[in-house]
């Protein structure tokens, strides 16, 4: 069974930076083909992409909006995957989840199966 556990939210100022954490297990980031996808939530909004890394380890984005500020990777040793978030800003607030889903190769954005129960960033003065 799929776990993944999300951490690393909180509350900063604008311009400041979060790095979040997605720990997951019931598999292998190193030996399977997981896709792993950063997904958030801001209030009265739909939820939306961020970043997804794929089996293969190459990163998408979801939209431009986040390139240069955002990033994603992995650390297969301890099944981990980060997204470091740079020159934050109030828009960037919500319920960000990590979500994955079985998907070989180049694939990333797919419909996601197993999601973590999100980790709140608000960004405010």
């Known amino acids: 069974q799929l776990h993944l556990v999300e951490s690393g939210g909180g509350l900063v100022q604008p311009g400041g930076s979060l790095r979040l954490s997605c720990a997951v297990s019931g598999f292998s980031l190193d030996l399977d083909d997981y896709a792993i996808g950063w997904l958030r939530q801001a209030p009265g909004k739909n939820r939306e992409g961020v970043l997804c890394i794929n089996s293969d380890g190459n990163k998408q984005y979801y939209t431009d909006s986040m390139v240069g500020r955002f990033t994603i990777s992995r650390d297969n040793a301890k099944n981990t995957v980060y997204l470091q978030m740079d020159s934050l800003a109030p828009e960037d607030t919500g319920v960000y989840y990590c979500?994955?889903?079985?998907?070989?190769?180049?694939?990333?954005?797919?419909?996601?199966?197993?999601w973590g129960q999100g980790t709140q960033v608000t960004v405010s003065s």
């Open positions: 979500a994955a889903e079985l998907a070989p190769g180049p694939l990333c954005w797919v419909n996601f199966g197993s």
